[in-house]
């Protein structure tokens, strides 16, 4: 199998995963909940199932094959909903599997954008990977529950400065999101070796800090506040990097760790903290603007990832 497709590949079913473990243990009251003015969990979901579809026949056309008869309603609950997702990815795996590499990279408009087999991938995950964060924050309390029925949820997560013997595991949860994901703009993985070169930028004290996130003695995450820019006038200014390992998405350990790190950067001679966000990101830009950050600038397609370009928001925070 071409190895992009085989990355985009497992990239979908991570997401995947990640969604319907998400979505299990919620019941049908938590379906039927919404925001204010907002949609609903079961109208979210159905609008991912809806999206999955449309990729699908979309897919068909790319690949010359018979677009899939899917016969799709509204889920009431998690098992109505993870039966019609399962029926969705059946449909998009049977169109890429196979696949020749022309086939792959060929382009296909859609409305006013181009799509490979590829991209339409890609943008399967992120669908999944946003709608998610947008369920988390319809349903905390709910999740909150099941994950501390399965002693995952954040009240089990030590958040303590990392140490040098912190830099293999750190390096690890980071390669993830360079091969699977356009959340950094890293092409190539680190080596433990490089990442020992990065470790050495932050200290215990001072601007430039870096915290895990500790379960049961495994670092599940970090952040770090980094040099912003290297003129001296920009020392003021903090840029804010908040990594979970990607099995620990949705159990409060980005909360905990934003809620150790502030109060550690208030002390400090810190004006102005800034993050990067690469769009789209739903739930990453929910968890800055809980955190008081601003979007305040949106760069149109300035990062090449995946054979496709990304815009970046651009949030602050004074601290």
């Known amino acids: 199998m071409n190895d992009d497709l085989k990355r985009a590949i497992n990239a ?26 907002g949609w609903t969990l079961q109208r979210v979901l159905h609008h991912v199932i809806e999206s999955e579809a449309t990729y699908a ?4 056309h790319q690949t010359g094959r018979k ?3 899917l016969e799709l309603a509204t889920p009431g609950d998690a098992a109505e909903a993870a039966a019609e997702l399962d029926e969705t990815r059946t449909a998009v795996s049977g169109l890429v599997d196979d696949v020749d590499g ?37 349903v905390p309390a709910s999740l909150d529950r099941f994950q501390s029925s399965n002693n995952r949820n954040a009240a089990n997560v030590m958040v303590r400065p990392a140490t040098i013997d912190d830099v293999p595991r750190l390096n690890e949860i980071y390669n993830y999101y360079i091969e699977q994901t356009a959340i950094t703009f890293d092409l190539v993985p680190f080596t433990v070796a490089e990442r020992t070169e990065w470790f050495s930028h932050y200290a215990t004290t001072g601007r430039h800090r870096l915290l895990v996130a ?27 990097s908040i990594i979970c390992a990607h099995e620990a998405v949705g159990r409060g350990i980005g ?12 002390e400090e001679d810190i004006h102005m903290a800034v993050a990067g966000i690469t769009l789209p990101n739903e739930a990453s830009c929910a968890l800055h603007e809980r ?9 149109a ?18 601290l």
Do not use: C
């Open 102 to 138: 022309e086939v792959v990279y060929r382009l296909v408009r859609f409305g006013s954008e181009e799509y490979s087999v590829v991209s339409v991938l890609e943008n399967i995950a992120a669908h999944d990977r946003d709608h998610a964060g947008q369920i988390r924050e319809l």
């Open 67 to 69: 677009a899939p008869a």
């Open 57 to 60: 026949k979309l897919l068909a």
């Open 214 to 240: 500790d379960v049961d003695g495994v670092v599940m995450g970090y952040t770090s506040s980094s040099q912003f820019r290297p003129k001296r006038a920009y020392d003021t200014t903090v840029e804010m």
């Open 255 to 266: 909360q905990r760790l934003y809620e150790a790190i502030f109060p550690i950067l208030r």
């Open 301 to 318: 397609e300035v990062g090449r990832k995946f054979d496709r370009y990304w815009d970046v928001a651009w949030y602050q925070r004074r």
């Open 291 to 299: 955190f008081g950050f601003e979007r305040v600038a949106v760069l």
């Open 12 to 37: 979908m079913e991570s997401a995947r995963r990640d969604l319907l473990a998400l979505i299990a243990p919620l019941t049908a009251e938590d379906f039927a909940r919404a925001r204010p003015g």
